[in-house]
């Protein structure tokens, strides 16, 4: 069985966009370019590279610590969590958490990400991308402040629900406005850095902790409790230096505001060919998509495009957590104490030095997912992950039988090599893939769809994953042997490739072959008919 795709989408673009190109030629230095390529495309491929370019330059430099930081907060808040549980003062204070309440303490944090599901888009949708992620920030800012101040147990709880609230509301907005608002030369490779900023955050919480620990008083956990907020810290401080999503100004009728926005950061200033272009298809796109009332959570479902849709975001969300990764995240202590090594300084150093591993894999690949493409990556992926999966359910289950330290050192380097292949493709991958597929009237909610099936996977795994571990032991590995068999399976047969589409034109993908989605090439086409005699 193969993955569905259609088998003319050359032949689609040629017919829908031939004649644009034609009316759009322009010289290029590379006259081979092949013929189905569109015209997007064309141009980008003639731009210069960000850095050379000083309006790019600025727009990246706004967008890291604005938008981009946003999965910083998530990744510091697994890998705190992780160290904590090596921190003495952290474990006496809260009575020595195990089992159901150390995974309620893990879990608590996504059960609040999933109840503010339903209002996260709305506020992106109505009132802006960059209200979202401030509104976001501010309740992370308060988490942080009461979790840093918890005298008990429910304190501390309530402040991780707290923190979970706020995170969605940013997770929702800002890949959102990063895709919107990129250049499209750079728009996969920076929505990809997106999710990998996840271990930037668990770099840091990792050491923070590590070097706190040696404080002999509950700021030991105090200090990087608080240090949870300084993501939301940096979005406050620069989101409202950067301009609104061009397409969602081009949906509340301020064209002219996204016309500049896109002149000042894609145009260097100039009403470029490309400039014009863009706007075009945001603007005849949109405007399809609010006449076809293909703005509300019915649209989700309601044709064939969208539900596939739907289901590659659903399985970008699930994929992304129960993949074993999980139990890296969270207990990464309890996985060492079960091959014998207990020592808590070394617990975490073996924490700070796998999350600096994750980071430089994930960055890397990240350059590389427009030239290896993305379902290639999906598949060398899960087919590693499933194989080092195996072997190191083997290890564990000769460690538990003879103790022998070979079995439990080969554990430690198998975590290593199964971080390797999760981190090629579920680290980059599921963010930019999930926002490049959905159409502007739903990439909002379907982002919210996102965030809760992510979330929703996080609670369950989190709160299930600690009493596995302390039950069964090392044969709890078994269920993600078989779940990564799944995931092998769901690539190969339903994981299209988006490589060389605009955001625009990703319905061709998904419902090519329908009539009513063609109708905004049409349009286009017929526009830029007019600018070009223009």
């Not at 309440?101 to 339903?118: F, Q």
């Not at 902790?209 to 700021?219: A, H, N, V, Y």
């Not at 019915?298 to 596939?308: E, P, Q």
């Not at 659903?314 to 090594?341: A, E, H, K, P, T």
Request: charged share 15%.
């Amino acid at each position: 069985m193969g993955y569905p795709v259609f088998s003319n989408l050359p032949a689609i673009r040629q017919a829908h966009l031939g004649k644009l190109k034609t009316n759009f030629a322009i010289s290029t230095a590379d006259p081979e370019m092949a013929a189905e390529d569109v015209t997007i495309q064309r141009l980008v491929h003639l731009e210069k590279h960000w850095y050379r370019v000083p309006s790019r330059v600025k727009l990246y430099t706004l967008l890291f610590p604005a938008a981009i930081m946003a999965y910083a907060t998530s990744g510091y808040d697994g890998s705190m969590m992780n160290s904590l549980q090596t921190v003495t003062y952290w474990d006496d204070y809260f009575n020595n958490p195990r089992g159901s309440l150390l995974g309620i303490l893990s879990a608590i944090m996504p059960l609040g990400s999933i109840c503010s599901t339903p209002l996260a888009p709305l506020l992106a949708d109505k009132f802006g991308r960059r209200w979202g992620i401030t509104v976001g920030s501010i309740i992370m800012i308060v988490g942080s402040i009461i979790q840093c101040e918890s005298h008990n147990f429910a304190m501390f709880l309530i402040s991780r629900f707290i923190l979970g609230f706020g995170l969605t509301f940013c997770t929702t907005a800002a890949p959102t406005l990063v895709a919107e608002l990129c250049h499209p030369k750079e728009r996969t490779t920076i929505t990809a850095i997106c999710n990998t900023c996840w271990f930037i955050g668990s770099i840091i919480a990792a050491w923070v902790t590590f070097g706190t620990r040696r404080i002999e008083s509950t700021w030991s956990w105090r200090i990087p409790s608080l240090l949870q907020m300084g993501p939301s810290v940096f979005q406050l401080a620069t989101i409202w230096f950067l301009p609104e999503s061009p397409r969602w100004l081009v949906s509340n009728d301020r064209p002219d505001d996204a016309m500049e926005a896109l002149k000042r950061y894609h145009g260097d200033g100039k009403e470029t060919d490309l400039v014009k272009l863009e706007f075009c298809e945001i603007q005849q796109v949109i405007k399809l998509e609010k006449e076809s009332k293909l703005t509300s959570w019915k649209s989700l479902v309601s044709t064939s495009g969208n539900r596939y849709r739907l289901f590659l975001v659903l399985c970008m969300g699930v994929f992304s957590q129960w993949s074993g990764n999980g139990l890296i995240s969270y207990y990464l202590s309890r996985v060492m104490d079960s091959i014998g090594i207990t020592n808590q300084n070394t617990q975490a150093l073996v924490n700070g030095i796998i999350n600096i591993w994750n980071w430089l894999i994930a960055l890397t690949t990240s350059f590389f997912v427009d030239k290896v493409g993305r379902r290639p990556l999906f598949l060398v992926s899960t087919v590693g992950m499933l194989l080092v999966f195996a072997g190191w359910t083997a290890a564990s289950a000769l460690f538990s039988k003879d103790k022998k330290d070979q079995a439990g050192i080969a554990v430690l380097a198998l975590i290593f090599v199964y971080e390797f292949f999760y981190c090629i493709a579920l680290s980059p991958l599921p963010v930019a893939y999930s926002v490049e597929i959905l159409p502007y009237g739903i990439r909002a909610k379907g982002m919210a769809v996102y965030v809760l099936s992510t979330k929703g996977a996080v609670f369950l795994n989190q709160f299930v994953n600690p009493i596995g571990l302390a039950t069964i032991g090392w044969k709890y590995y078994l269920v993600y042997c078989a779940w990564l068999t799944v995931e092998v399976a769901t690539a190969y047969c339903f994981f299209v490739e988006t490589r060389g589409y605009a955001l625009e034109e990703m319905a061709i993908i998904f419902d090519g072959e329908n009539e009513a989605t063609l109708a905004p090439m049409a349009v286009i086409e017929k526009d830029m008919d007019v600018f070009h005699k223009e």
